[in-house]
């Protein structure tokens, strides 16, 4: 099983910008996927997650209204878009999955698969 994120860059406040999580060796529609934000001394704080069969989303306050999450089924794929970045959202931006069936969870000790990181800076 393999994620792949992709997609950061060096952006300025008010940018947008898409990043991408495919998969490999897991079927989508029987995980849901959750995006995850990291600065260093930190833990990773939940950014948003989509049951990918149902196309349900839920968002962190902090980013309800700028970021949307989505999936292109055809290509095993989920998108965080990030709208209006904003200084704060500078972070390593990492995508994990987890069995539907488990339920839906914010912590990060409750995904099996996590991809390898893809840094958003976001410039003032």
């Known amino acids: 099983v393999q994620l792949q994120a992709s997609g950061g860059g060096l952006v300025q406040a008010g940018d947008s910008l898409r990043l991408s999580c495919a998969a490999s060796?897991?079927?989508?529609?029987?995980?849901?996927v959750t995006w995850f934000r990291q600065v260093p001394g930190s833990v990773p704080e939940f950014v948003a997650t989509?049951?990918?069969?149902?196309?349900?989303?839920y968002y962190d306050d902090s980013v309800k209204g700028r970021f949307t999450i989505a999936r292109d089924s055809t290509k095993n794929t989920v998108f965080l878009d990030l709208y209006s970045v904003r200084p704060e959202d500078t972070a390593t931006y990492y995508c994990a999955a987890r069995r539907r069936n488990f339920g839906l969870s914010r912590l990060p000790g409750d995904h099996r698969y996590w991809g390898q990181g893809t840094q958003v800076t976001v410039s003032s």
């Open positions: 060796g897991l079927t989508f529609s029987e995980h849901t």
């Open positions: 989509i049951i990918s069969s149902e196309s349900v989303t």
